[in-house]
């Protein structure tokens, strides 16, 4: 961990997350891929490109517990696929979040290649990835906390002593009400940024 420490004292990569990113990602996801491959949110958020990130994804099936059953409006069981994503600098050993989506497997069993982690990163992203099933996003809704880190979340992010974290639940509604997405992540409060952007209607 001392050696952790010691690498976390240099100057690291900051990620400026902001509300704007939901609409960037909803006009991209029914580009061409060609023009969805060469820049993603990770891109987008740090200003880095693609060839400087290391990105990595694991999926897993699961059920939903009383939390993401209420989150989700469904039953506790319901088949859920799990998705956890780790993004990070290639110069640097902590990720920029630890973030896990879980998405309803009767609404994505449709294409197969939903299923699939090797198929990650999705040009485009998840929103791109619904649109192959059909799905278009309404609104997302964040909530937003901070707290301590556990142990383990501080071993992961290699987070300085007393360095807090943000606590961030994103969840996803489609065009007929439904969530369709409930996402998990975890910002280091050491180099996160966040930013809200509120248009408002004019008189």
Not at 22 to 40: C, F, N, S, Y
Not at 68 to 95: I, K, S
Not at 163 to 187: C, F, G, H, M, N
């Amino acid at each position: 961990m001392a050696e952790a420490y010691e690498e976390d004292r240099r100057p690291r990569t900051r990620a400026v997350r902001d509300n704007r990113r939901h609409q960037w990602e909803k006009d991209r996801a029914r580009q061409p891929e060609d023009l969805r491959r060469r820049t993603g949110a990770t891109e987008r958020d740090t200003g880095l490109d693609s060839r400087n990130l290391v990105f990595h994804a694991s999926y897993r099936e699961t059920k939903a517990d009383a939390g993401l059953a209420d989150a989700f409006g469904v039953p506790e069981g319901t088949a859920l696929l799990e998705r956890a994503y780790r993004t990070r600098c290639a110069t640097e050993g902590a990720p920029f979040s630890l973030s896990t989506s879980y998405l309803r497997r009767d609404l994505i069993a449709a294409n197969p290649a939903l299923l699939d982690e090797t198929n990650e990163p999705w040009p485009g992203g998840t929103q791109s990835q619904l649109h192959t099933v059909g799905i278009e996003l309404d609104r997302i809704e964040e909530r937003l906390t901070a707290r301590p880190p556990t142990p383990e979340e501080t071993r992961r992010l290699r987070l300085p002593p007393g360095e807090p974290v943000i606590a961030l639940r994103k969840i996803s509604y489609d065009v007929q009400d439904r969530v369709v997405d409930v996402t998990d992540v975890t910002l280091p409060g050491d180099r996160t940024e966040l930013r809200f952007t509120t248009p408002l209607e004019r008189w």
